[in-house]
């Protein structure tokens, strides 16, 4: 089944996916990470104006890494304001996915945290970082494969 959106790309020529709607009848899509920047500029065109939240997950051992947008309409007098799922999975051995820092400025730490969890690089990100470990730490510590480092207080633990 075919949604709002999904509907309003194809008629526009613009490559998705559509991948159904969540529990809460949320449309889904899923965009290629060449064509997700210009994408997300048309988005936000059409009225997306809100990043209401960025994750990232790994999606299988040694398959796919995505990384998740959540998108919603905010307009004067609207109650319940029309969101979008937009995924874009990367390959784990060069996780490469453009930045939508420029578009949604609140990608900014979102976009950090699952560079510093799962490897992904956000493509011209103005700060890609790490944000929650140090920057000595080696891995991905969400990433499915990761072998924990033997620490002493994981061992020595009674």
Known sequence: MQGRLSAWLVKHG?????????YQGIETLQIKPEDWHSIAVILYVYGYNYLRSQCAYDVAPGGLLASVYHLTRIEYGVDQPEEVCIKVFAPRNNPRIPSVFWVWKSADFQERE??????????????????????????????KDYIAPNFYEIQDAH
Do not use: A, Q, T
């Open 14 to 22: 613009l490559v998705h996916r559509s991948l159904g709607f969540d």
């Open 114 to 143: 699952s560079y510093d969890m799962l490897g992904i690089c956000y493509d011209n990100h103005p700060r890609l970082k790490r944000i929650l470990m140090p920057e000595s730490w080696i891995g991905w510590p969400l990433r």
